[in-house]
């Protein structure tokens, strides 16, 4: 892994890495900025996609056209869906997928995949990277849709549709759109609510620490490539 994308969805999900990083250029391609540089010796290229599958779907494939990276790694916040997983605790996508749309359509059109699978190798960096900072971790799907999940009903849905970990707005759209260029990725998330009636006020206390919560795991990561 020569050169690592790292996308991040809002300013507060990439300012730890881009405090980090030595920065060398700035690009942008758009309305997207891609912040080139070095971390840990590791060629970097940082980016902030905003909110939304369309906006992760087309500052991934920017990403891959212009600048040639060998992996994808998506950080952010999400939203809990199982009782055991808690504020500010850290979830690795084993695969990811959109609940917003049919199962039967994933299925049987292009790209013909019901989930796309993350990078074993990306996994076991992202699980060593968890240990070593002594971050509490959860493995599991990770399921991304057009809308903020803040109700009790929806994610019963969810889970009883996907059996997904958490639930966020980017990570399916990288995930698919790194598939189809046959492009290793995972999604990490630091978990900023429970995607219930109370999520819009959890978010509001969470969102940061858990940005920065999982940019530092995203850190650690590249320091050990
Ligand atoms: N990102 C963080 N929390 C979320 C939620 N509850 N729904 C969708 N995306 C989120």
Excluded: W
């Amino acid at each position: 892994m020569k050169r690592v994308g790292i996308i991040g969805a809002m300013q507060i999900e990439i300012d730890l890495v881009l405090d980090k990083m030595e920065l060398l250029k700035e690009y942008k391609f758009a309305g997207f900025p891609f912040y080139t540089g070095v971390l840990y010796g590791r060629e970097i290229v940082l980016t902030r996609c905003g909110v939304g599958k369309v906006n992760s779907a087309s500052c991934t494939q920017i990403l891959i056209d212009r600048f040639n990276i060998d992996c994808v790694i998506n950080t952010g916040i999400a939203g809990s869906l199982k009782n055991d997983i808690s504020v500010c605790e850290m979830v690795i996508s084993s695969d990811v997928t959109h609940h917003d749309v049919r199962k039967a359509q994933m299925k049987n059109l292009f790209p013909f995949e019901e989930t796309f699978i993350a990078s074993e190798e990306l996994i076991n960096l992202a699980i060593k990277a968890c240990i070593s900072t002594a971050s509490k971790y959860h493995c599991g799907r990770i399921v991304s849709g057009e809308c903020f999940v803040e109700d009790n009903k929806l994610k019963g849905v969810l889970l009883n549709d996907y059996s997904p970990a958490c639930v966020e707005m980017e990570g399916s759209s990288v995930g698919h759109v790194a598939f189809i260029n046959n492009i290793p990725f995972i999604i990490i998330r630091c978990i900023s609510d429970n995607a219930d009636e109370e999520a819009a006020i959890t978010y509001d206390t969470f969102e940061k620490i858990a940005g920065n919560q999982s940019a530092s795991i995203v850190i650690e990561m590249i320091s050990n490539i």
